[in-house]
């Protein structure tokens, strides 16, 4: 089935600003947005957002979600060592009807 | 508080049929605007969605597991299973199941901790 893309790995330093991409198409992020995941190693993934831009509660404000046509992306300010794990974006595609993941970026803090 | 768990063989054997069992505690299976699905992820890669199903019975499977997919949902028992015929090594890799939003816009919400199943001889 037809994925998101994601791109592979990304590093930044200690407090600094990461900014992660998910690019789909007019069936998918266009059309019904994005929701973003975060998995540590060993762990079930987690909701960080939903529909571009929602966070569920308990999660920090220094996530945001944002959409720009066929492409999300999420933005993870002060990054703290916590942070290192690996994002997932997922959208519902509608002329599939099916759920489909981007294959996941590895975010390092350095 | 939701919770989830998943139950079921951890090895399987090559040509065989995968069956899972998720249990759900904390709330209800009987809600329309959730389904109640299956995720997995291979040793070292990412996410692949397998299927999801409503209460009513109403089925969504990945176009390239369609074929070997069956999810069904016991709102009885608290209960939805998957099974997946046909096994190859492949298919080797940690299984969640999960909670999904039913109108696209939502995402996956609640997961099971996932378990591992090994398809080997």
């Known amino acids: ?110 | 508080q939701l919770q989830l768990q998943e139950s079921g063989p951890g090895l399987v054997k090559p040509s065989e049929t995968l069956s899972l069992t998720c249990t759900v505690s904390g709330g209800s299976l009987s809600i329309s605007i959730y389904h109640w699905g299956w995720i997995r992820q291979p040793p070292g890669k990412g996410l692949e969605w397998i299927g999801s199903m409503d209460y009513s019975g109403r089925a969504y499977d990945s176009p390239s597991l369609k074929s070997r997919v069956t999810i069904s949902v016991d709102t009885s028992k608290s209960q939805f299973s998957l099974q997946l015929s046909s096994v190859t090594a492949a298919d080797t890799a940690v299984y969640y199941c999960a909670r999904l939003d039913g109108t696209g816009f939502y995402g996956i919400d609640y997961w099971g901790q996932g378990t591992l199943v090994t398809v080997s001889s």
């Open chain 1, 1 to 110: 089935q037809a994925g998101l893309t994601q791109p592979p790995s990304v590093s930044k330093g200690l407090r600094q600003t990461a900014t992660l991409t998910c690019t789909g198409n007019s069936n998918n992020v266009g059309n019904q947005g994005a929701a973003w995941l975060q998995q540590h190693q060993g762990h079930p993934p987690k909701l960080l957002s939903y529909r571009n831009n929602n966070r569920p509660s308990g999660i920090s404000d220094r996530l945001s979600a944002s959409r720009s046509g066929n492409t999300a992306s999420l933005t993870i300010t002060g990054l703290q060592p916590e942070d290192e794990a690996d994002y997932y974006c997922l959208a519902w595609d509608s002329s599939l009807s099916a759920w489909v993941f981007g294959g996941g970026t590895k975010l390092t803090v350095l």
